[in-house]
């Protein structure tokens, strides 16, 4: 994982994860504002964190790292958990936060974050380690984000081939045989193989693995249907089906 010397690539790692709008009194939603739109002016009054909010502001800035080395692929990266969805809920979770309780705008709490962006690159420059330095405080701020966001449940294997299926489906019928259409389909027809031959492997017979994978495919998408009419998504962990799918 690297942390650039430049200052303007590490702001690239916060951008992965802007602070989402915040409704100051509850009926108005302001226009949404992140750190990459617009910039902190210098004056801006520092902030005083109490030591939990200060452990939270490393974290979050240490998921944000993490997260856009995980996006550019980077191994280092990705020998942690995803950190997309929740890395980006907790970052988020996190700006709002800092703006009620401390009274703060946007652009302060992004001069917090950026300074111990800093800080965090100064030690890596101290170090001449730069993975040594995010490693060092990823352990406990995992056991922190597991704690107020935890990991969602791992999907079965027939119902990652339903997940991915239906996701074939509705790329399909928007886009056609695209690229990302064919992939879905590639990927759909090896979770379903895998998932024949663990239930196989279970002892059922051909018909009554295709009456389990057709039932499970049935049940989930009435679940998102249903989800989807209160405005919500299935909590489930989607990369973990991409993980059984791999060679």
Do not use: H, W
Request: hydrophobic fraction near 45%.
């Amino acid at each position: 994982m690297i942390i650039s010397s430049s200052i303007a690539a590490l702001a690239l790692a916060l951008n992965v994860m802007p602070i989402q709008p915040f409704i100051q009194d509850g009926t108005q939603e302001p226009e949404a504002k992140s750190f990459e739109q617009e910039a902190p002016p210098e004056f801006a009054p520092s902030l005083q964190l109490s030591l939990e909010q200060k452990a939270d502001v490393k974290c979050a800035v240490a998921f944000a790292i993490v997260a856009g080395g995980q996006e550019r692929g980077e191994a280092s990266a990705l020998a942690y958990p995803l950190l997309g969805e929740r890395g980006r809920t907790f970052f988020a979770d996190l700006g709002q936060r800092l703006i009620k309780d401390l009274d703060a705008t946007p652009q302060q709490v992004q001069l917090v974050l950026e300074s111990e962006a800093r800080a965090l690159q100064e030690d890596a420059l101290e170090t001449n380690d730069p993975n040594g330095t995010v490693d060092a405080i990823m352990e406990p701020c995992l056991s922190r984000l597991d704690a107020v966001i935890p990991p969602p449940p791992e999907p079965s294997l027939p119902e990652c081939a339903a997940i991915m299926e239906l996701a074939y489906d509705e790329v399909f019928a928007r886009e056609g045989l695209s690229p990302t259409a064919r992939d879905l389909k590639t990927l759909a027809s090896v979770l379903d193989s895998r998932a024949r031959d663990e239930l196989r492997a279970e002892g059922k017979s051909g018909n009554e693995i295709d009456i389990a994978l057709s039932a499970t495919k049935a049940a989930f998408a009435a679940e998102v249907l249903a989800l989807e009419a209160e405005g919500k998504s299935p909590n489930l962990d989607y990369d973990y089906c991409f993980e059984l799918a791999k060679p």
